[in-house]
């Protein structure tokens, strides 16, 4: 495996979903190259922070839901507005 294919399958690697022929040529050249393992670990890292931004933005959204489902007159209301 090469830096090229290093980069094209490396979220198929963080999704779990690349394939196992795929799996030992991809960890011997990040192990071997410091570049592939700097941008590994990066990626990571940012993988990391979208998932904890996503998680804390959903939160206000459900709360935003249970809102509005709890007031079943709230459409009604709305044709006076
Ligand atoms: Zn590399």
Redesign the pocket.
Known sequence: M??KR?NEVLFLFFDNELEDDLLDPFRA?TRG?P??AQRLDYTRKLLLLVRECCRRESAPERLRMRILASMPHRRGAERYH
């Open positions: 090469n830096c290093v050249h190259c570049i592939c």
